[in-house]
Nanobody, 120 residues
């Protein structure tokens, strides 16, 4: 059984930075495709960034150039470095894991979420 725990959310001013962490337990993080998703009030859950077991990364257009996903195998943790934050980045951020090469809203393993609020 894979468990994921997010941390690192908070309140930040526009233009600031945050780093989110997704700590994985139960299996090696490198065995899974890990994705960061976000959901703002009244909106659909959106996939933000993905890292595959071989280290390939994918980003939503809305965060390209500002967000970076990375993985520390020794710590069994995936990070999301968020720079140049905008008020529209405000959402609950979730990480998800999938044994397939993709991670979607239907993936089996999810964390509890961490709130990110960007003030203007």
């Amino acid at each position: 059984q894979v468990q994921l725990v997010e941390s690192g959310g908070g309140l930040v001013q526009a233009g600031g930075s945050l780093r989110l962490s997704c700590a994985v337990s139960g299996r090696a993080v490198s065995d899974y495709t890990i994705g960061w998703f976000r959901q703002a009030p009244g909106k659909q859950r959106e996939r933000v960034a993905v890292i595959t077991p071989n280290g390939y990364t994918i980003y939503a257009d809305s965060v390209k150039g500002r967000f970076t996903i990375s993985r520390d195998n020794a710590k069994n943790t995936v990070y999301l470095q968020m720079n140049s934050l905008k008020p529209e980045d405000t959402a609950v951020y979730y990480c998800a894991a999938d044994a397939r090469s993709i991670v979607t809203k239907e993936s089996a393993y999810w964390g509890q979420g961490t709130q990110v609020t960007v003030s203007s």
